[in-house]
């Protein structure tokens, strides 16, 4: 049996290097994409629910370098852990303030849960109901969902945002569980209203590669 993982970010501390200039307090250190760290065969449990990350940060928000300060012992999942932390993303700093970025340690706490409750979806985003239900009925028609993500990467007037995630069904917002954990794969949504977007799911089998625009 395989454990998927979720993550919940812990409070940060901010520290100082010699290649950073001295993180203040109010340093706006904000994860806004992760990716879930890598799954554990029931053989392989890890013997804590807290990872310490020390994580370098470029001004861009990309991860420069990352370090677990209390490995588990699974030498193999410790480096895939690392390299599913340098894929996240953190709000822009300043870079007159900090041209060299910031490091800083955050506390990553671990949750198994079974993968069959994990599901991924495609997610497009619209900032009006009129524009949601356009491409709603566009789909019924027919038309290929990642088609039209596709026509987005090369239509920037087109004012819709599309996300792909992989997690938990009851992670997902109030209004959207029921719906996500309804769909069967490859099936998309009704738009649904989330707070003050309107958002078309598809679930999909297989996580599929595509730029966040």
Request: glycine fraction near 2%.
């Amino acid at each position: 049996m395989r454990f998927a993982i979720i993550l919940v970010i812990l409070p940060i501390c901010l520290l100082a290097c010699s290649t950073s200039r001295e993180a203040k307090s109010d340093v706006p250190v904000q994860l806004i994409e992760k990716t879930m760290l890598p799954d554990f065969e029931d053989s392989a449990h890890p013997v804590r629910n807290r990872l310490k990350v020390m994580i370098r940060l470029n001004p861009d928000g990309s991860v420069d370098e990352a370090r677990i300060l209390n490995p588990v012992d699974y030498p193999e999942w410790n480096a895939a852990a690392i390299d599913s932390i340098k894929k996240w993303r953190f709000a822009l700093l300043s870079p007159e303030e900090y041209p060299e970025g910031v490091v800083f340690q955050c506390s990553i706490k671990i949750e198994l849960i079974l993968e069959s409750e994990i599901v991924t979806t495609g997610e497009l985003w619209f900032d009006s109901r009129a524009k949601a239900d356009s491409v709603y009925d566009q789909l019924r028609a027919g038309r290929d969902f990642f088609d039209f993500v596709t026509s987005l990467q090369l239509d920037e007037s087109l004012e819709v945002v599309f996300y792909q995630r992989t997690m938990e069904v009851g992670n997902y917002p109030r209004q959207a569980r029921k719906v996500v954990d309804r769909l069967r794969a490859e099936d998309f949504s009704k738009p649904v209203r989330i707070g003050s977007h309107y958002v078309i799911y598809r679930k999909m089998e297989e996580p599929v590669v595509h730029n966040h625009l």
